[in-house]
């Protein structure tokens, strides 16, 4: 058996923009680090590195400020462990991985997890058909490997990001043939006053404007996708006007030919690690649903395990980096490296600068909120769960016998059984046995975590062994 | 003042559920109480396995009859729990495990267990999927697997329509005697009933402390995997000859991996983790006696408690002492042999002889201290 890396003080889980912070601030003020993450290079989403061997750079000021970034935390004492997938986190802290080189065991008394967050899937009739991908890969694509999409493609969903995958491409010279947005220009209009709070980020938010002005993209306000048709793959898309809920209402609908569709509907914590060690959990709405109970410094409700970044809460990128110096300045505190004067001055500032960025990433989480009058709108033929094939009137069926909670519904239904383990599904099936029961969804409860975080083959488990190395258990009594 | 029922059982797992069911039906006014909702511990996360292989040897005739109730639950339960019946195999890798196998293998069916020996040759014809390094297999006809997790939605439908009084979410935290029967404590507020049933899985020690009594109960965390869908890598249930594997593949192309490996936790805490290098072997198990699983990859893994008695067979009976208290638990292959001895128990409590004898927790019990003087 594979034996444990000890030598870390603190483990950092997730290269974006909280977990770099953190862990170069740890380290600066005195513990031994290693940041974990699955990608090859620091970023995250929104600081994702270009691949090495992708056709054209992709220059945005996020571009720059992970580069700034990267090269900060190269100078830094941090130990990187990149390419590594975590299966498993388990008690006062220990980290499976699967490398390149196999299996891989890191253990330290500090934790600090800043795995961000997953796509929120709003289903329609067909947004399983190919060529139907959602927003947050749309900005991968972008970014990290300079892909074009197909020609006559189409952009859906709500939130900033719309915006940036819209001017990201058409700058490009590859325009989506529309845009389908949730919001209307009132939306944007009410979000208009906080966003002057964050300059570069207006300045920023004007060029994707004008970018998309520019290319004379149609949009469609208050408009959601009704259905996605196509034989083996997606031609044709069906979209027909929301309320300001997000709710179906009458009016035409509009089909418009296409070849591949991005779609998303907002970011949903990914909480799993916490959750996996026992956490305390909270729902919260507007941050995007079940996250950890933080103390402003990150600290959750179990010794030394720290939850920083938009698994903690949808709060963005500039938020996560001063979430990032607060961790890491309390696990150096917490580990006894610094006394409780410095970390009081240290962490002041970063207090402040955290508070002034909260009116900006309220506004643009409140954009991308769960509408729930949009989950009702859901047919009840639409699969919901599309690891397991299940559909809104299973679930519905499965809360009229008596599901009461998330896991039981798992149970009666097998939605959320599959490999993604109900990051696609687990949201919004939550709320369809929520509006079922009339309950609110602090009361329909959490899905349980389980390990693998991410599904792992069985042969990159088992290393080499023989028949006789397996430390069978002693028989069962007869 | 509350309805007085003619019995409460305090538990909603497959033991309690099934007394409960068939008290019901013999025409008594049953109240049913779970601290979450129903088959959702032990019962709703266990393996599944029906299987006369891993049984211990004083259970087999209960295993057989309790075999013959999952494969027609359709009748009795109205819910097929997605049951299907199966060829089960139990293999040995070694010499060791070929004598261990043998031995178990004879015990098993002289008690009943329709067992045969064949070689590892003729195990593969029988489980193409299998490994060419089995040196001998136990065969038998009688196994075969359910869906756990539907235990819960089966019984939860069939108790109300029995008639069941039943209350999810509502922990019972005493059980008083009164002049008529008991009172039980409980979250929502005190249920009285003529005769309690404690079936509490792991927490039952706690619980038959309230009526005076001290029975030591162990606790089991046992991990559990699964892998994703995958093509149809073998029909039957297989095991080895120590019990520790436990190997099927459902309809739907899921392999559910177990065989009692071990993580860590406690009953007290209600929480358990599971132990990364356990589940490596055995999962290392798995693929040994599998190959084909090696390209499968892991969806999920997950621990679940199992109670288990001093001497590792049931208690199941009446509570020495206190007329009309009786308890059902740490059955041991409890999933398997569940349904039907709970179902005696639901005979013994309607006044009917059983069928078979029960498992009475007297053995089990500290010997009262000798009188002073």
Known sequence: ?????????????????????????????????????????????????????????????????????????????????????????????????????????????????????????????????????????????????GLAPPKDWVLAGVGPLLAAVAAGYARKGHPPKAIIDLSGPSDWFAALPSLASRPGLFKQGVGWVLSIVSSRIPIYFRHAIRRAEGQDRISACVIGPVDADGKSIDGPEVGIACNAMMVGNGLVPGGEVPRLLGADQVYRHELGGWIPECDPFGRTSLEHLYAIGDGAGIRGGAVACSAGKLAGLAAAHDAGCIDAGAFAHQSAQALAEHRKLSAFSDAMAHMIRLRPAQVASIEADTVICRCEDVTRQDLVAAARAGARDVNQLKHFTRCGMGPCQGRMCGDVAAEILAQEHRLDRQAVGYWTARPPLRPISLQSMLGRFDYADIPIPKPAPL | MSTMHDLIVIGGGINGATTALFAARGGMDVAVIDRGPLCREASGVNAGTLTMQMTRVALIPYALRAHHMWATAREWLGHDVGVVVCDGLSLAFTEQEAELLAFRAGKRREAGAPITLITGQQALQIEPGLSDKAL?????????????????????????????????????????????????????????????????????????????????????????????????????????????????????????????????????????????????????????????????????AWTGFEAETRDALPAVGPVPGIHNAYVIGSIHSGYTSGPYLAKLLADQILGREPDLPLFPIDRLLKPEPLAQG
């Open chain 1, 1 to 145: 058996m594979v034996s444990p890396h000890c030598h870390f003080d603190v483990l950092v889980l997730g290269g974006g923009p909280a977990g770099m912070v953190s862990a170069i601030t740890a380290s600066q003020n005195g513990l031994r680090v290693g940041l974990i993450d699955e990608q090859v290079e620091a970023g995250g989403q929104i600081w994702r590195a270009p691949w090495a061997s992708s056709p054209q750079g992709y220059e945005s000021p996020e571009a720059r400020d992970g580069n700034k970034m990267r090269d900060r935390l190269a100078l830094s004492s941090v130990t990187c462990l990149f390419g590594r997938r975590i299966w498993s986190v388990t008690d006062r802290y220990r980290v499976d991985l699967l490398g390149a080189d196999g299996v891989e065991i890191f253990q330290a008394p500090h934790l600090i997890v800043a795995l961000g967050a997953h796509e929120r899937v709003i289903p329609f009739p067909g947004w399983t058909l190919p060529g139907v991908m959602g927003l947050a890969a749309a900005t991968i694509m972008l970014k990290a490997h």
């Open chain 2, 136 to 300: 001998l297999a136990g065969h038998c006809r009688v196994d075969g697997y359910a869906n756990a997790y539907l235990t819960g939605l089966a019984f939860r439908t069939a108790l109300l329509d029995a008639g069941v009084t039943l209350t999810e979410n509502n922990p019972a935290t005493d059980i008083r005697q009164t002049s008529s029967g008991f009172e039980v404590v409980t979250k929502k507020g005190p249920l009285r009933a003529k005769r309690v049933v404690i079936a509490g899985g792991v927490w039952i020690e706690e619980m038959m402390g309230w009526l005076g009594i001290d029975l030591p109960i162990k606790t089991l965390v046992n991990q559990l995997a699964v892998t994703e869908r995958i093509p149809t890598a073998m029909r039957t249930v297989v095991g080895i000859a120590n019990g520790l594997l436990s190997l099927k593949q459902y309809p739907h192309g899921t392999v559910v991996i177990g065989g009692g490996w071990q993580g860590s936790g406690s009953r007290e805490g209600g929480t358990c983790s599971l132990l990364p290098e356990r589940l490596v072997g055995n999962i290392r198990l798995a693929c040994h006696a599998v190959p084909a699983l090696k390209d499968a990859r892991l969806a999920r």
